[in-house]
């Protein structure tokens, strides 16, 4: 009976969620940096997406940080501290001084 009852509580949570549209879920955001160079990022808990001079397009996984917000993937380090951010690539700050729009 107690099974049931779980089974019965876990579906309608689910259910419930599913109804939440995925963009409430994520927060996008534009930057500008002090070279003049532009990119987008879209967050959510599990990943950002981040899109450089609005051609090139990366999936960034989350890591710890102790301010802030990062993300990595194949090379790329994505930082991002209250209204700033900055991109650094193998191990170069590609975008830095980033002001959200």
């Known amino acids: 009976m107690k099974i049931a ?24 955001f ?9 990119f987008e990022v ?4 599990d990943k950002a997406k981040l899109k450089l001079d609005g051609t090139t397009a990366l999936k960034l996984l989350p890591l710890d940080a102790r301010e802030g917000l990062k993300f990595a993937a194949h090379g790329t380090l994505l930082t991002m501290v209250n209204r700033e951010a900055s991109i ?7 975008y830095n001084r980033c002001v959200v729009q």
């Open 88 to 94: 650094e690539i193998n191990d170069n700050f590609v």
């Open 30 to 38: 534009k930057y500008t940096c002090a070279n003049g160079k532009t």
């Open 5 to 28: 009852s779980a089974g019965a509580l876990i579906l309608s949570l689910l259910a419930t969620i599913a109804t939440f549209p995925a963009q409430a879920q994520e927060e996008h």
């Open 42 to 45: 879209m967050v959510r808990p």
